[in-house]
């Protein structure tokens, strides 16, 4: 048998409510209905008598303060009664409960009948049937929250109200931003600069694939050893591959410990897929955006309505002010040989930059090129002259970061100049590569290198970065291109060198270290493809341009 009080806990009545001061420890062995008050006088010993509503309308009627004097008599454990607001029984009626040790009870008006009789006989029952009556209400409140959508906290409170006991929620140490991820790592990622800004903490390091499986098998282990201690019961939630923590019943025991692990493990698959989702949902607007600013930064056409559209939808503002960095790794070839580990080690640094970057203030975008990282702080007005000295300081930061993940590697940064709209998001970011490629060539150590506010290049960027001009430098190189990509770059080259040259053979076979009649032999196969009068002094001027402006990207 229950009491009164144990009872009234349990999840389904969480509604009703002891309004007299004594009368819960009663036990109860069985339930009754009573049409009328006078059915009390024939109420069996310990039993729990619900009054029909007909009946609860009238319980300020004197008549009920005699059939409870009857009830006394055949020690009735309570009674209960149904009413729009909490019950309020008339000071005779409290006083003989109270000398009678009778619980009253307020049932909510809106209860349902069968299922409330239902639930109290399951109570009553104890036991199997007590359990089995748990693991249904905790399986609805499951279902329930799931339709909803609600977050890791809500399906736990719901659960917890199904099954009438406490159930924690355990995270372990390394997994806490999966967690936090599920609920609100969106909003803190608004406050720390907009969409696509994660903040720190937000994302996940990325590990390498063998740590990533070895991490995985460890924390299922401990998650197998140590998610609920003896007397308790548990279940892992996995988002992924990766346990994040579990749903523990602290006091379960017997049927209702059979019962509490049957929902906590469905509460736990679906925390699971609740989380998986939330992390996709935050995760599939930063790589569309990132996707999106790689595609305007590769591609050679012009900005055209639907890449304008795509961006006003997923609230990239390429209609503002635009300064890229562009952040490389010297030695990633060599450090990591295998393609895969490359892409996983360059998401690890991206992440690590953007954070840093956002650290600094401001908006800040996250993309990739090939094995480039690209950043792209986005302001809606002129952010003024030192834009670019602002830039080149939260890009020591991001390398600074990166360090810091990854000390093996060797990056360097380099930042454009602020630009105004997309085509000036590409001439930032044409200035960010040639501010970098300038470093790398004349040897610097490794750092930031911001763009050259003056002179040729940058006009030369300027020029580049329109799609006239970048249409005639793809037109006039078109037949050295067909060569192929090595090919290509290394006829290109030679041709930028003696044009450089002033048409010096020897002077160019000096700058590329090679033999005069190598030279020779190669310029004379690029004048057969190009089909151009070098001596022209219009075409030579054209086409030393398109070599420069080719070398950029």
Not at 61 to 78: F, N, T
Not at 442 to 456: F, I, M, Q, R
Request: aromatic share 4%; net charge negative; charged share 25%.
């Amino acid at each position: 048998m229950s009491s009164v009080d144990e009872i009234l806990a349990s999840s389904p009545l969480a509604g009703l409510g002891r309004v007299s001061a004594s009368g819960g420890d009663r036990q109860v062995a069985l339930i009754r209905l009573a049409e009328s008050f006078t059915d009390l006088d024939r109420a069996p010993e310990a039993s729990l008598v619900i009054l029909s509503r007909l009946a609860s309308a009238e319980v300020s009627d004197y008549r009920l303060d005699m059939a409870l004097r009857w009830a006394a008599i055949h020690r009735v454990a309570a009674v209960a009664a149904f009413a729009d607001k909490p019950w309020q029984p008339t000071v005779t009626a409290r006083d003989i409960a109270a000398r009678a040790d009778i619980a009253l009870i307020s049932i909510p008006a809106g209860t349902e009948a069968a299922g409330l009789v239902q639930a109290i006989t399951r109570e009553i029952g104890g036991g199997a049937e007590r359990a089995l009556g748990r693991a249904e209400q905790g399986l609805a409140a499951v279902l329930a929250a799931e339709s909803t959508g609600g977050g890791l906290e809500e399906l736990r409170a719901a659960v917890a109200r199904a099954l009438g006991t406490r159930i924690e929620f355990r995270p372990w140490p390394n997994d806490r931003h999966v967690v936090a991820a599920g609920d609100d790592a969106a909003a803190r990622a608004e406050a720390n600069g907009g969409p696509g800004t994660p903040s720190a903490g937000d994302q996940p390091v990325v590990p390498r694939v063998g740590d990533q499986s070895a991490a995985s098998a460890a924390a299922v282990r401990d998650a197998e050893a140590g998610s609920a201690a003896d007397g308790e019961v548990g279940a892992q939630v996995v988002v992924g591959e990766t346990p994040v923590g579990s749903f523990v019943a602290p006091d379960a025991h017997g049927d209702f410990g059979v019962a509490a692990r049957l929902v906590l493990q469905t509460a736990a698959l679906t925390a699971g897929r609740l989380l998986d989702l939330a992390r996709q949902a935050r995760e599939v607007p930063v790589r569309s955006r990132s996707e999106l600013l790689a595609e305007l930064l590769m591609s050679d056409s012009a900005i055209n309505e639907d890449l304008l559209e795509r961006a006003r939808q997923l609230a990239v503002p390429i209609g503002g002010w635009h300064v890229v960095v562009r952040i490389e790794a010297d030695d990633l070839q060599d450090a990591e040989p295998d393609e895969v580990q490359r892409f996983e080690l360059l998401e690890a640094a991206g992440q690590a930059a953007v954070q840093a970057a956002a650290a600094t203030g401001g908006t800040w975008y996250l993309s990739r090129i090939a094995r480039a990282i690209v950043l792209v702080r986005v302001t809606t007005s002129n952010p003024g002259p030192h834009a670019g000295a602002r830039a080149a300081r939260s890009a020591e930061r991001a390398l600074e970061a990166i360090r810091g993940r990854l000390p093996a590697l060797r990056f360097r940064a380099g930042v454009g100049a602020p630009h105004e709209g997309p085509t000036g998001l590409r001439a930032s970011a044409a200035e960010a590569r040639g501010a970098l490629l300038a470093a790398r060539a004349a040897l610097k150590p490794a750092g930031v290198a911001a763009h050259d506010a003056v002179g040729v290049q940058r006009m030369l960027m300027e020029w580049y970065a329109s799609d006239t001009a970048r249409a005639s430098v793809r037109d006039q190189l078109a037949p050295l291109e067909k060569l192929g990509p090595a090919r290509a770059d290394t006829a290109i080259r030679t041709l930028a060198a003696y044009l450089d040259e002033q048409g010096s053979i020897i002077r160019t076979a000096q700058k590329l270290h090679l033999h005069r009649n190598a030279v020779a032999n190669r310029l004379r196969g690029i004048t057969e493809l190009l089909e151009m009068d070098l001596d022209d002094p219009d075409q030579r001027l054209a086409l030393q341009l398109a070599c420069r402006a080719r070398l950029l990207d």
